[in-house]
T-cell receptor, first 116, second 116 residues
Framework: DTGVSQNPRHKITKRGQNVTFRCDPISEHNRLYWYRQTLGQGPEFLTYFQNEAQLEKSRLLSDRFSAERPKGSFSTLEIQRTEQGDSAMYLCASSLEGRQLAYEQYFGPGTRLTVT | AQTVTQSQPEMSVQEAETVTLSCTYDTSESDYYLFWYKQPPSRQMILVIR??????QNATENRFSVNFQKAAKSFSLKISDSQLGDAAMYFC?????????????FGTGTRLTIIP
């Protein structure tokens, strides 16, 4: 068990550019979550997957955001036409449904996005 | 919608002393889970302790314990024998017990400083 990993750890981009982040969950976990955390705030839910199916999307996830989890393994979060307000830490978490600890979400280290 | 409130943006405690972090939440659900997560500086979020709403007994994990008051919708975290490694942001989080609604709702966090 190597934990949840996220790449890149830091991303600086210019306004209007597209960015893509990757999350690799714990290998046997079937649920994968994306959260966004701005400075001084707690994480806010963006979306989550059950295997490859995207089951819920927050209203925070505008049309410029898209997430995928092909084959139910890693996930990508893409932001198109970035805006300065997109600057935040993007956190990924995974969990395993069906076991005693199904309700524990394990977090990755996050990707810090800075839009200039 | 559920909300989580942490009214203490910052707390400090002398090493080896005890500190209590406050959290209140609002929900109309009867089945839910509550969590305390720790986020050290520049490191990933880790679970400290969890409480199932149907359990009357307060959860404990070594030096960490909670005071769960369901009627008052209060969920405080007590850290005994504080250590330098306890310095971090602490987030209180809520999760519905309803299947398919496992996203976490976080409070704004409490920054805990340990004074040597």
């Amino acid at each position: 068990d190597t934990g949840v990993s996220q790449n890149p750890r830091h991303k600086i981009t210019k306004r209007g550019q597209n960015v893509t982040f990757r999350c690799d969950p714990i290998s046997e976990h079937n649920r994968l979550y994306w959260y966004r955390q701005t400075l001084g705030q707690g994480p806010e839910f963006l979306t989550y997957f059950q295997n490859e199916a995207q089951l819920e999307k927050s209203r925070l996830l505008s049309d410029r955001f898209s997430a995928e989890r092909p084959k139910g393994s890693f996930s990508t979060l893409e932001i198109q036409r970035t805006e300065q307000g997109d600057s935040a830490m993007y956190l990924c978490a995974s969990s395993l449904e069906g076991r005693q600890l199904a309700y524990e979400q394990y977090f990755g280290p996050g990707t810090r996005l800075t839009v200039t | 919608a559920q909300t989580v409130t942490q009214s203490q943006p910052e707390m400090s405690v002398q090493e080896a002393e005890t500190v209590t972090l406050s959290c209140t939440y609002d929900t109309s659900e009867s089945d839910y889970y509550l969590f305390w997560y720790k986020q050290p500086p520049s490191r990933q979020m880790i679970l400290v302790i969890r409480q199932e709403a149907y359990k009357q007994q307060n959860a404990t994990e070594n030096r960490f314990s909670v005071n769960f008051q369901k009627a008052a919708k209060s969920f405080s975290l007590k850290i005994s024998d504080s250590q330098l490694g306890d310095a971090a942001m602490y987030f209180c989080a809520y999760r519905s017990g309803n299947f398919g609604n496992e996203k976490l709702t976080f409070g704004t966090g409490t920054r805990l400083t340990i004074i040597p």
